[in-house]
């Protein structure tokens, strides 16, 4: 299964040679599979789609080698993911929620923390002056998104874990992905991908997925409730994935190359007030990130444009290559007024999150100037 531990040989081959000779990996559609006479299943562990596949188990093996896990899960969204982690909590729980996030998190995370009796603190946790105060809280569940989106701070994950030793400590790391950083090995017990961003790549599969460091208890209450509720995502869709990990590697490299060099770009330019990207030197978080994220500093960003809400848009409208979508990590680069998402919290109406594709980067940059400089 494992043909080299450098990880863009890994993506490449996804270990599926061993199985078939087939260079691409085999797809499994049945929702149903045969016993024999005696009524035992023929395909062990397979006896209905509802509870595995082979193609889904096949996606689960790469990632979970990627991420240096024990094992990992895929669900059909990113969102599904984290729930099901915070579905494993009930009355009386503590939760530390990292503030200023995916806003899809936190506004789930509140509802449940709310409707469960789950008391939830949310923090800056890039201020660890600010988490040592929470310390007594005792949290049973830590939950941190680094960087964050669409603020792009960075924590640093081995001083959280020493600051909550005995709490679960659960790391969104889409923005990251494995390509950059493993939290695993920095302590996280779970870690969480929305593989609809850059390990899909491509803007055609949602999913998520959730890695652990240890086989316990929690896990395979985790893998039961996912296999129990029905919540698998479908072959085809895996399959996809699986494609598309393929290249992952590659599409990382060159997204992380392109979006430091738009960062210094947008940087310098004199119609932009700010840029939020770990990799600029200027970044408090540039020294952290640069230790914890091996090889780059991702794909995500987000400038503050000099002017108001309506220069903001103004820019948006005139972007040729950047595509007004959202979401994040595809080949495509995407621009995104946030405040228009969320005007509710505390977004600077002045802020453009971009997410960096693979297009030349001489394209990106001449796309912004111009923009930059009709609106
Ligand atoms: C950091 C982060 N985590 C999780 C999600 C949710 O993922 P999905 O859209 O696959 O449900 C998103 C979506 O934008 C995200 O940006």
Known sequence: M????NFATLAAHLGHFDTSAGLAPQIQTSTTYRRDVDYVPM??????????????????????????????????????????????LGAGDRVLLQSGIYWGTTGWVRQFCSEQDIELREIDFSDLDIVKDHMTFEPTLVFCETPSNPWLRVTDLTALRTMFPSSVLVVDSTAATPYLTQPLSMGADLVIHSATKALNGHSDVLAGVILTSDLNPRW?????????????????????????????????????????????FAKAHPLVEDVFYPGLKTSPYHALATRQMNGGYGYLMSVLVRGDRKMALDVVSRLKVFQRATSLGGVESLVEHRHTIEPHTGIPENLLRLSIGIEHIDDLTADLDQALRNA
């Open 2 to 5: 494992k043909p080299s531990d």
């Open 43 to 88: 395909s062990e562990g397979n006896v209905y789609g509802r509870d595995h596949n082979d193609t889904v188990r096949h996606a689960e093996a790469v990632l979970a080698q990627m991420e240096q896990a024990k094992s990992a899960l895929i669900w059909p969204s990113g969102m599904a993911a984290i729930a099901a982690v915070f579905r494993g």
């Open 220 to 264: 395979t209450k985790l893998a039961q409730e996912r296999a129990m509720a029905g919540a698998i995502i479908g072959p085809f869709e895996a399959w996809l994935l699986l494609r598309s990990l393929r290249t992952f590697a590659i599409r990382m490299r060159t997204m992380c190359d392109n979006a430091l060099r738009f960062a210094e």
